[in-house]
Protein backbone atom coordinates (compact mmCIF):
# COMPACT_ATOMS: atom_id res chain seq x y z
CA UNK A 1 0.00 0.00 0.00
CA UNK A 2 1.76 2.75 -1.23
CA UNK A 3 1.20 6.00 -2.87
CA UNK A 4 3.53 7.90 -5.70
CA UNK A 5 3.98 10.88 -3.48
CA UNK A 6 5.60 8.67 -0.54
CA UNK A 7 9.03 6.64 -0.98
CA UNK A 8 8.01 5.00 2.29
CA UNK A 9 6.18 1.37 1.82
CA UNK A 10 3.01 1.59 4.38
CA UNK A 11 1.80 -1.59 6.07
CA UNK A 12 -1.50 -0.65 7.81
CA UNK A 13 -2.89 -4.24 8.16
CA UNK A 14 0.74 -4.83 10.20
CA UNK A 15 0.44 -1.75 12.29
CA UNK A 16 -2.95 -2.57 13.21
CA UNK A 17 -1.46 -6.03 14.38
CA UNK A 18 1.16 -4.35 16.27
CA UNK A 19 -1.08 -2.42 18.28
CA UNK A 20 -3.57 -5.62 19.21
CA UNK A 21 -3.36 -6.07 22.69
CA UNK A 22 -2.45 -1.90 23.58
CA UNK A 23 -4.99 -0.05 21.23
CA UNK A 24 -8.41 -0.59 22.09
CA UNK A 25 -10.85 -1.29 18.83
CA UNK A 26 -12.69 1.73 19.68
CA UNK A 27 -16.46 1.08 18.13
CA UNK A 28 -18.75 3.05 14.99
CA UNK A 29 -21.89 3.50 15.78
CA UNK A 30 -24.95 4.33 14.05
CA UNK A 31 -26.71 7.61 15.21
CA UNK A 32 -29.94 7.63 14.57
CA UNK A 33 -30.36 11.11 15.72
CA UNK A 34 -27.65 13.09 13.12
CA UNK A 35 -29.22 10.08 10.54
CA UNK A 36 -32.63 10.94 10.76
CA UNK A 37 -31.26 15.09 10.23
CA UNK A 38 -29.25 14.90 7.37
CA UNK A 39 -30.88 12.20 5.60
CA UNK A 40 -27.82 9.68 5.17
CA UNK A 41 -26.81 6.65 7.49
CA UNK A 42 -24.12 8.06 9.99
CA UNK A 43 -21.88 6.71 11.62
CA UNK A 44 -19.88 7.71 14.66
CA UNK A 45 -15.96 5.96 14.73
CA UNK A 46 -15.72 6.98 19.05
CA UNK A 47 -11.70 7.46 19.53
CA UNK A 48 -12.79 8.98 22.32
CA UNK A 49 -13.47 5.83 24.38
CA UNK A 50 -9.60 5.30 23.55
CA UNK A 51 -7.68 4.28 26.65
CA UNK A 52 -6.00 7.31 26.42
CA UNK A 53 -9.43 8.75 24.97
CA UNK A 54 -7.93 9.60 21.41
CA UNK A 55 -6.49 8.05 18.43
CA UNK A 56 -3.06 9.99 19.52
CA UNK A 57 -1.71 6.68 21.06
CA UNK A 58 -1.98 4.84 17.48
CA UNK A 59 0.75 6.71 16.32
CA UNK A 60 3.13 7.14 19.24
CA UNK A 61 2.81 3.07 19.84
CA UNK A 62 3.24 2.20 16.40
CA UNK A 63 6.23 4.62 16.16
CA UNK A 64 7.67 3.35 19.51
CA UNK A 65 7.16 -0.38 19.05
CA UNK A 66 9.83 -0.42 16.20
CA UNK A 67 12.75 1.85 17.97
CA UNK A 68 16.16 -0.21 17.64
CA UNK A 69 16.97 -1.79 20.93
CA UNK A 70 19.94 0.22 21.47
CA UNK A 71 18.05 3.43 20.87
CA UNK A 72 15.35 2.20 23.07
CA UNK A 73 18.14 2.26 26.41
CA UNK A 74 18.66 6.20 26.12
CA UNK A 75 14.68 6.55 26.13
CA UNK A 76 12.21 9.13 24.01
CA UNK A 77 11.40 12.97 24.17
CA UNK A 78 8.16 14.31 22.82
CA UNK A 79 6.69 18.16 23.79
CA UNK A 80 3.10 18.24 23.91
CA UNK A 81 0.59 19.51 25.86
CA UNK A 82 -2.37 17.30 25.40
CA UNK A 83 -3.57 13.78 23.85
CA UNK A 84 0.15 12.82 22.18
CA UNK A 85 1.43 13.36 25.55
CA UNK A 86 -0.52 10.93 26.19
CA UNK A 87 -0.21 8.70 24.26
CA UNK A 88 3.77 8.45 24.46
CA UNK A 89 3.13 8.47 27.96
CA UNK A 90 0.98 5.43 27.89
CA UNK A 91 3.64 3.93 25.40
CA UNK A 92 6.45 4.24 27.83
CA UNK A 93 4.22 2.51 30.32
CA UNK A 94 3.43 -0.48 27.85
CA UNK A 95 6.94 -1.14 26.33
CA UNK A 96 9.09 -0.09 29.33
CA UNK A 97 10.89 3.14 28.19
CA UNK A 98 12.21 5.99 29.84
CA UNK A 99 10.17 8.85 28.40
CA UNK A 100 10.79 12.57 29.06
CA UNK A 101 7.66 14.76 28.22
CA UNK A 102 8.03 18.41 27.66
CA UNK A 103 4.77 20.86 28.02
CA UNK A 104 4.42 24.72 28.31
CA UNK A 105 4.24 26.07 31.79
CA UNK A 106 0.67 27.43 31.01
CA UNK A 107 -1.04 23.61 31.05
CA UNK A 108 -3.60 23.27 32.82
CA UNK A 109 -2.99 21.05 35.99
CA UNK A 110 -5.04 18.21 34.88
CA UNK A 111 -3.60 17.66 31.81
CA UNK A 112 -0.27 17.14 33.73
CA UNK A 113 -1.74 14.65 35.99
CA UNK A 114 -3.54 12.86 33.43
CA UNK A 115 0.11 12.63 31.82
CA UNK A 116 1.31 10.80 34.91
CA UNK A 117 -1.20 8.90 35.05
CA UNK A 118 -0.90 7.42 32.01
CA UNK A 119 2.92 7.16 32.80
CA UNK A 120 3.03 5.46 35.63
CA UNK A 121 6.42 6.15 36.67
CA UNK A 122 7.68 5.75 33.13
CA UNK A 123 8.02 9.41 32.59
CA UNK A 124 9.07 12.64 33.65
CA UNK A 125 7.65 15.72 32.53
CA UNK A 126 9.03 19.02 32.02
CA UNK A 127 7.12 22.00 32.19
CA UNK A 128 9.25 25.14 30.50
CA UNK A 129 8.57 28.05 27.95
CA UNK A 130 5.42 29.88 27.74
CA UNK A 131 4.53 28.92 24.45
CA UNK A 132 5.02 25.75 22.42
CA UNK A 133 7.28 26.60 20.35
CA UNK A 134 9.46 27.18 22.93
CA UNK A 135 8.81 24.30 24.98
CA UNK A 136 9.18 22.32 21.15
CA UNK A 137 12.63 23.59 21.30
CA UNK A 138 13.61 23.00 24.66
CA UNK A 139 12.36 19.00 23.89
CA UNK A 140 14.42 18.76 20.68
CA UNK A 141 17.92 20.56 22.27
CA UNK A 142 17.36 17.73 25.48
CA UNK A 143 16.40 15.02 22.55
CA UNK A 144 19.91 15.66 20.49
CA UNK A 145 22.05 16.61 24.24
CA UNK A 146 21.11 13.12 25.23
CA UNK A 147 20.73 10.85 22.30
CA UNK A 148 17.69 10.39 22.85
CA UNK A 149 14.50 9.04 20.18
CA UNK A 150 12.06 12.45 19.76
CA UNK A 151 8.70 10.99 18.78
CA UNK A 152 6.73 13.93 16.96
CA UNK A 153 3.12 14.15 17.16
CA UNK A 154 2.20 13.34 12.90
CA UNK A 155 5.05 14.26 10.89
CA UNK A 156 6.71 10.59 10.86
CA UNK A 157 6.24 7.33 8.66
CA UNK A 158 5.71 4.88 11.61
CA UNK A 159 3.08 7.66 13.34
CA UNK A 160 1.23 8.32 10.22
CA UNK A 161 1.14 4.53 9.62
CA UNK A 162 -0.18 3.91 13.20
CA UNK A 163 -2.98 6.94 12.79
CA UNK A 164 -4.21 4.84 9.58
CA UNK A 165 -5.78 1.83 11.50
CA UNK A 166 -8.62 3.91 12.64
CA UNK A 167 -9.40 3.45 8.49
CA UNK A 168 -8.64 -0.54 8.47
CA UNK A 169 -11.52 -0.63 11.63
CA UNK A 170 -13.59 1.69 9.54
CA UNK A 171 -13.91 -0.44 6.37
CA UNK A 172 -14.04 -3.79 8.31
CA UNK A 173 -16.72 -2.65 10.65
CA UNK A 174 -18.53 -0.96 7.54
CA UNK A 175 -17.44 -2.45 4.13
CA UNK A 176 -20.16 -0.31 2.47
CA UNK A 177 -18.67 3.15 3.93
CA UNK A 178 -18.90 5.77 1.03
CA UNK A 179 -17.80 8.97 2.85
CA UNK A 180 -15.45 9.33 5.81
CA UNK A 181 -15.34 13.06 7.60
CA UNK A 182 -11.87 13.37 9.47
CA UNK A 183 -10.44 16.43 11.51
CA UNK A 184 -6.91 17.81 10.33
CA UNK A 185 -4.58 18.90 13.09
CA UNK A 186 -1.03 18.25 12.05
CA UNK A 187 -2.57 16.08 9.23
CA UNK A 188 -1.64 12.97 10.67
CA UNK A 189 -4.61 10.94 10.98
CA UNK A 190 -5.95 12.42 8.10
CA UNK A 191 -2.68 11.47 5.74
CA UNK A 192 -2.44 7.88 7.28
CA UNK A 193 -6.25 6.73 7.89
CA UNK A 194 -7.20 8.68 4.60
CA UNK A 195 -4.42 6.64 2.70
CA UNK A 196 -5.83 3.35 3.74
CA UNK A 197 -9.10 4.22 2.72
CA UNK A 198 -7.93 5.92 -0.62
CA UNK A 199 -6.19 2.73 -1.88
CA UNK A 200 -8.13 0.20 -0.64
CA UNK A 201 -11.36 1.83 -1.74
CA UNK A 202 -11.20 4.48 -4.61
CA UNK A 203 -14.24 5.52 -4.97
CA UNK A 204 -15.16 6.52 -1.51
CA UNK A 205 -15.11 10.58 -0.64
CA UNK A 206 -13.06 11.98 1.95
CA UNK A 207 -13.28 14.71 3.65
CA UNK A 208 -10.70 16.97 5.94
CA UNK A 209 -12.03 19.33 8.40
CA UNK A 210 -10.48 22.21 10.07
CA UNK A 211 -10.92 25.23 12.47
CA UNK A 212 -11.83 28.29 10.79
CA UNK A 213 -9.21 29.68 12.87
CA UNK A 214 -6.42 27.56 12.09
CA UNK A 215 -6.60 26.49 8.37
CA UNK A 216 -2.74 25.14 8.17
CA UNK A 217 -4.42 22.47 5.37
CA UNK A 218 -6.13 24.74 3.72
CA UNK A 219 -3.14 26.99 3.37
CA UNK A 220 -0.90 24.37 2.05
CA UNK A 221 -3.49 23.19 -0.47
CA UNK A 222 -3.38 26.92 -1.90
CA UNK A 223 0.81 27.25 -1.82
CA UNK A 224 1.44 24.26 -3.21
CA UNK A 225 3.23 23.53 -0.02
CA UNK A 226 3.28 23.76 3.77
CA UNK A 227 3.07 27.20 5.19
CA UNK A 228 3.30 28.85 8.73
CA UNK A 229 0.80 30.94 9.66
CA UNK A 230 1.60 33.96 11.37
CA UNK A 231 -1.65 33.80 14.06
CA UNK A 232 -4.02 30.97 14.88
CA UNK A 233 -7.01 30.84 16.98
CA UNK A 234 -6.07 28.13 19.59
CA UNK A 235 -9.26 27.55 20.79
CA UNK A 236 -9.76 23.84 18.79
CA UNK A 237 -6.55 22.48 20.70
CA UNK A 238 -6.31 19.31 19.35
CA UNK A 239 -6.34 21.09 15.78
CA UNK A 240 -4.52 24.41 16.06
CA UNK A 241 -1.28 24.10 14.47
CA UNK A 242 0.32 26.73 12.80
CA UNK A 243 1.71 24.24 10.09
CA UNK A 244 0.71 20.98 8.86
CA UNK A 245 4.30 17.86 8.17
CA UNK A 246 6.42 17.85 5.44
CA UNK A 247 5.41 14.33 5.19
CA UNK A 248 1.40 14.45 5.64
CA UNK A 249 0.67 17.71 3.64
CA UNK A 250 1.88 15.52 -0.17
CA UNK A 251 -0.49 12.74 1.02
CA UNK A 252 -3.57 14.22 2.22
CA UNK A 253 -2.96 16.27 -0.92
CA UNK A 254 -3.47 13.66 -2.92
CA UNK A 255 -6.35 11.52 -1.10
CA UNK A 256 -8.33 14.20 0.24
CA UNK A 257 -11.34 15.17 -2.31
CA UNK A 258 -12.31 18.26 0.01
CA UNK A 259 -11.29 20.28 3.24
CA UNK A 260 -13.65 22.35 4.84
CA UNK A 261 -13.21 25.09 7.30
CA UNK A 262 -15.74 25.08 10.42
CA UNK A 263 -16.50 28.12 12.50
CA UNK A 264 -15.00 27.50 16.20
CA UNK A 265 -18.96 28.59 17.68
CA UNK A 266 -20.60 26.04 15.18
CA UNK A 267 -18.07 23.63 16.82
CA UNK A 268 -19.00 24.49 20.48
CA UNK A 269 -22.47 24.27 19.30
CA UNK A 270 -21.91 20.61 18.03
CA UNK A 271 -20.00 19.72 21.33
CA UNK A 272 -23.15 20.57 23.35
CA UNK A 273 -25.56 18.56 21.08
CA UNK A 274 -23.12 15.52 21.40
CA UNK A 275 -23.19 15.81 24.82
CA UNK A 276 -26.64 16.84 25.91
CA UNK A 277 -28.76 14.49 22.87
CA UNK A 278 -25.81 11.46 22.59
CA UNK A 279 -24.67 11.44 25.91
CA UNK A 280 -20.79 11.93 24.49
CA UNK A 281 -18.08 13.83 25.82
CA UNK A 282 -16.19 15.46 22.28
CA UNK A 283 -13.57 17.98 22.86
CA UNK A 284 -13.00 20.71 20.23
CA UNK A 285 -11.01 18.73 17.79
CA UNK A 286 -13.16 15.28 18.24
CA UNK A 287 -16.54 17.64 17.38
CA UNK A 288 -15.10 18.82 14.15
CA UNK A 289 -15.99 15.97 11.74
CA UNK A 290 -20.06 16.42 13.18
CA UNK A 291 -19.62 20.20 12.82
CA UNK A 292 -19.14 20.09 9.64
CA UNK A 293 -21.77 17.98 8.23
CA UNK A 294 -24.05 21.21 8.08
CA UNK A 295 -21.62 22.34 5.46
CA UNK A 296 -21.65 19.09 3.10
CA UNK A 297 -24.99 18.33 4.34
CA UNK A 298 -26.13 18.16 -0.01
CA UNK A 299 -23.21 15.77 -0.90
CA UNK A 300 -23.88 13.41 2.36
CA UNK A 301 -27.77 12.64 1.50
CA UNK A 302 -28.52 8.94 0.98
CA UNK A 303 -24.80 8.06 1.85
CA UNK A 304 -23.11 6.19 4.40
CA UNK A 305 -21.14 8.25 6.11
CA UNK A 306 -18.45 8.36 9.19
CA UNK A 307 -17.34 11.03 11.33
CA UNK A 308 -14.01 10.63 13.19
CA UNK A 309 -14.91 11.53 16.70
CA UNK A 310 -10.83 11.86 17.25
CA UNK A 311 -10.94 12.60 21.10
CA UNK A 312 -12.68 13.20 24.28
CA UNK A 313 -10.55 14.79 26.20
CA UNK A 314 -12.68 18.00 27.19
CA UNK A 315 -11.60 20.08 30.34
CA UNK A 316 -15.31 20.70 32.28
CA UNK A 317 -13.74 24.26 33.12
CA UNK A 318 -14.20 25.12 29.34
CA UNK A 319 -17.89 24.65 29.45
CA UNK A 320 -19.02 27.52 30.35
CA UNK A 321 -16.48 28.97 27.36
CA UNK A 322 -17.91 26.80 25.07
CA UNK A 323 -21.59 28.04 25.96
CA UNK A 324 -20.77 31.05 25.24
CA UNK A 325 -19.11 30.71 22.16
CA UNK A 326 -21.85 28.65 20.98
CA UNK A 327 -24.69 31.05 21.84
CA UNK A 328 -22.12 33.91 20.21
CA UNK A 329 -22.46 32.00 16.94
CA UNK A 330 -26.01 30.82 17.28
CA UNK A 331 -26.89 34.14 17.73
CA UNK A 332 -28.55 33.71 20.63
CA UNK A 333 -26.28 35.78 22.92
CA UNK A 334 -25.48 39.91 22.35
CA UNK A 335 -23.75 42.33 24.24
CA UNK A 336 -24.49 46.24 24.12
CA UNK A 337 -23.20 49.29 25.47
CA UNK A 338 -26.38 50.57 26.68
CA UNK A 339 -26.23 54.61 27.84
CA UNK A 340 -29.83 54.97 29.20
CA UNK A 341 -31.84 58.31 28.57
CA UNK A 342 -31.37 60.93 31.25
CA UNK A 343 -34.77 60.49 33.16
CA UNK A 344 -35.47 58.64 36.20
CA UNK A 345 -36.35 54.71 35.96
CA UNK A 346 -34.73 54.76 32.91
CA UNK A 347 -33.40 51.17 34.12
CA UNK A 348 -36.91 50.17 35.26
CA UNK A 349 -38.34 50.91 31.69
CA UNK A 350 -35.51 49.03 29.92
CA UNK A 351 -35.99 45.56 31.96
CA UNK A 352 -39.87 46.20 31.23
CA UNK A 353 -40.33 47.81 27.77
CA UNK A 354 -37.44 46.76 26.33
CA UNK A 355 -36.32 43.41 27.19
CA UNK A 356 -38.73 41.06 25.17
CA UNK A 357 -41.07 38.47 27.27
CA UNK A 358 -38.01 35.42 26.73
CA UNK A 359 -34.99 37.93 26.95
CA UNK A 360 -32.59 37.44 29.75
CA UNK A 361 -30.00 39.68 31.07
CA UNK A 362 -27.12 37.61 31.51
CA UNK A 363 -24.58 40.66 32.50
CA UNK A 364 -24.71 43.81 33.79
CA UNK A 365 -22.23 45.85 34.78
CA UNK A 366 -21.68 49.85 34.89
CA UNK A 367 -18.66 50.95 32.86
CA UNK A 368 -18.20 54.52 34.35
CA UNK A 369 -18.71 53.15 38.49
CA UNK A 370 -19.30 56.83 39.40
CA UNK A 371 -22.27 57.22 36.62
CA UNK A 372 -24.70 54.74 38.12
CA UNK A 373 -27.80 55.11 36.96
CA UNK A 374 -27.16 57.53 33.64
CA UNK A 375 -23.89 56.16 32.56
CA UNK A 376 -22.96 53.54 29.99
CA UNK A 377 -23.60 50.00 31.23
CA UNK A 378 -22.42 46.91 29.97
CA UNK A 379 -25.00 44.48 28.96
CA UNK A 380 -25.02 41.23 27.80
CA UNK A 381 -28.75 39.30 26.85
CA UNK A 382 -29.60 36.14 25.78
CA UNK A 383 -32.03 35.15 23.33
CA UNK A 384 -34.33 32.06 23.02
CA UNK A 385 -35.02 32.74 19.74
CA UNK A 386 -32.43 34.52 17.21
CA UNK A 387 -35.35 35.90 15.00
CA UNK A 388 -36.13 37.85 18.14
CA UNK A 389 -33.13 40.06 17.76
CA UNK A 390 -34.57 42.58 15.64
CA UNK A 391 -37.51 43.64 17.43
CA UNK A 392 -35.42 43.70 20.67
CA UNK A 393 -33.13 46.24 18.49
CA UNK A 394 -36.72 47.84 17.37
CA UNK A 395 -37.36 48.51 20.82
CA UNK A 396 -34.06 49.90 22.06
CA UNK A 397 -34.74 52.75 19.19
CA UNK A 398 -38.46 53.33 20.02
CA UNK A 399 -37.39 54.31 24.17
CA UNK A 400 -34.57 56.20 22.69
CA UNK A 401 -31.47 54.12 24.37
CA UNK A 402 -28.43 54.70 22.97
CA UNK A 403 -26.37 51.92 22.46
CA UNK A 404 -23.62 50.07 20.91
CA UNK A 405 -23.78 46.63 19.64
CA UNK A 406 -20.46 44.39 20.78
CA UNK A 407 -21.24 41.35 18.82
CA UNK A 408 -19.90 43.87 15.57
CA UNK A 409 -17.37 45.65 16.77
CA UNK A 410 -14.71 42.40 17.21
CA UNK A 411 -11.89 44.80 18.51
CA UNK A 412 -14.64 46.33 21.78
CA UNK A 413 -16.06 42.90 22.11
CA UNK A 414 -12.50 41.89 23.12
CA UNK A 415 -11.47 44.75 25.34
CA UNK A 416 -14.68 44.45 27.17
CA UNK A 417 -16.36 41.36 27.21
Known sequence: MNLTT??????????????????LRTPLEYNARLSERYGAEIYLKREDKQVVR?????????????????????GVVCASAGNHAQGVAYSCKKLKIKGTIFMPEITPKQKVSQTELFGNGWIDIVLVGDTFDDCLAEALRFTEANL???????DHYHVIEGQGTVGVEILEDLPGAEVVIMPIGGGGLASGTGMYLKNTKPNIKLIGVEPEGAP?????????????????????????????????????REVLDEVLLIPEGKVCTSILKLYNEDAIVAEP?????????????????????VCVVSGGNNDIERMQEIKEKSLLFEGLKHYFIVRFPQRPGALKLFVTEVLGPH???????????????NG????????????????????????KFDIIE????????EYLV
Request: aromatic residues 10%; contains cysteine.
Open 285 to 305: AGALAVASLDYCASKIKGKKV
Open 148 to 154: MTFVPPF
Open 6 to 23: TPHTFDFLAAAERLEGTV
Open 216 to 252: SMDAAFKAGKPVKLEQINRFVDGAAVKSVGLLTYPIC
Open 406 to 413: LNQDQTLF
Open 376 to 399: PALVGIELRDREDYSSLLERMKAF
Open 54 to 74: SYKLRGAYNMMSQIPAELMQN
Open 359 to 373: DDITRFEFIKKTERE
